[in-house]
């Protein structure tokens, strides 16, 4: 309800479509995320999604910044910016194309 | 696993092949989308639908059906002041085309050789990636060896998605899941089950010990995956045993 700003976040899975299409197809829910902040270890895709004039993701551990991602309209691209270090796997293991 | 490298997600055409209400809110779409790639439990695609002015809205639903059906079908919670779900919970019809992308997303997946225990705990149509896990589990001689057990919560009984496939499964021969109900606003005549939130008692009722090392899926709105979440790990459950996946307005 508008009246529970809670009921607004979300979590990284959400992201997953905007993740691929910015890391190449990449399946990156599932890429652990070792914060810089408190130390902990999160796959993406339990991380805070909070949305409103661009998308910032946050640690679910400590609520520092993962990612944000703004729509520049007038340049007509995306700008991106990541925290902390990301855990991707080399090899192919997903169905996900 | 994330992975790299991987081709670039593309954008296909899908048409509606069949309608199905399932609720007075809520209607599956069964899609058409040619080279479709096939997907896992728990995935999910993104819509893309394009109006005659050029303007585009772009949304990302869980996929219901199992990775094992023919088509890829969407179960949509329809939003009355929503931008998208109107449309798709409620004008579409058979023959309609639109864009997707998918399957997306990787860590909210099951796959029947991953096993079990698998406890699945859904909020509303946060039913529907757990529906494609259990379908998926009923076509899979396999993962049917893995217990599982489903708990829904639900509005009312009227509101409780794919109730008849359910009872079905429930009552299937061969391993058959445990699936548990509880009802938030108000119950029927006669009914037996639980009939609030779902707290930690609930889960400690219904589910499997957490020295059984459970796999387990919390989908729901946010407020509910949260508490459930918290009342789980207070029981003793690993958190990263834990797979959440939580859904809000998204401009509907």
Do not use: K
């Not at chain 1, 979300?10 to 652990?32: H, K, P, Q, R, V």
């Not at chain 2, 997306?104 to 225990?117: K, L, S, V, Y």
């Not at chain 2, 548990?180 to 609930?202: C, F, I, K, N």
């Not at chain 2, 219904?206 to 509910?224: K, L, N, R, Y």
């Amino acid at each position: 309800m508008p009246t529970d700003p809670d009921r607004l976040v979300l979590d990284g899975n959400a992201l997953a479509g905007l993740l691929a299409s910015i890391f190449g197809g990449a399946e990156m829910t599932a890429a652990a995320r070792g914060c810089g902040s408190c130390g902990q270890r999160h796959p993406l895709g339990e991380h805070r999604l909070y949305r409103g004039a661009g998308l910032v993701l946050r640690c679910p551990g400590c609520g520092d910044v993962a990612l944000t991602v703004v729509a520049d309209e007038a340049r007509g691209v995306r700008e991106v910016r990541f925290a902390g270090r990301w855990s991707v796997a080399a090899s192919v293991s997903s169905r996900g194309e | 696993m994330a992975t790299l490298p991987v081709a670039r997600i593309t954008w296909r055409e899908a048409t509606v092949a069949q309608v199905r209400d399932e609720t007075p809110h809520a209607r599956t779409l069964i899609l058409d989308v040619p080279d479709w790639p096939g997907h896992d439990a728990g995935q999910h695609l993104d819509v893309r639908l394009t109006a005659e002015d050029g303007y585009q809205a772009e949304r990302s639903y869980s996929i219901a059906s199992a990775p094992e059906d023919d088509h890829v079908a969407l179960t949509i919670e329809r939003i009355d002041d929503g931008e998208v779900s109107p449309y798709l919970a409620g004008d579409v019809v058979v023959g309609d085309r639109f864009e997707v992308r998918g399957p997306i997303g990787g860590h909210f997946t099951w796959r029947a050789a991953d096993g079990g225990p698998l406890l699945l705990i859904g909020g509303g149509s946060g039913l529907v990636p757990l529906m494609s896990m259990l379908r998926h589990r009923a076509a899979d001689p396999a993962g049917g060896a893995a217990d599982a057990r489903l708990l829904l919560s639900a509005r009312e009984w009227d509101a409780v998605l794919y109730r008849d496939e359910l009872g079905r499964l429930a009552g299937g021969a061969a391993a058959p899941p445990s699936i548990t109900y509880t009802l938030t606003r108000g119950t029927p005549p006669g009914w037996t089950g639980w009939s609030r939130r779902v707290d930690a008692e609930m889960l400690e009722a219904v589910g499997p010990p957490p020295a059984t090392d459970p796999i387990i899926f919390v989908c729901g709105p946010t407020p509910f995956v949260e508490s459930v979440a918290d009342a789980l790990v207070g029981l003793g459950h690993a958190a990263d045993a834990i797979h959440t996946e939580r859904f809000g307005p998204t401009g509907g």
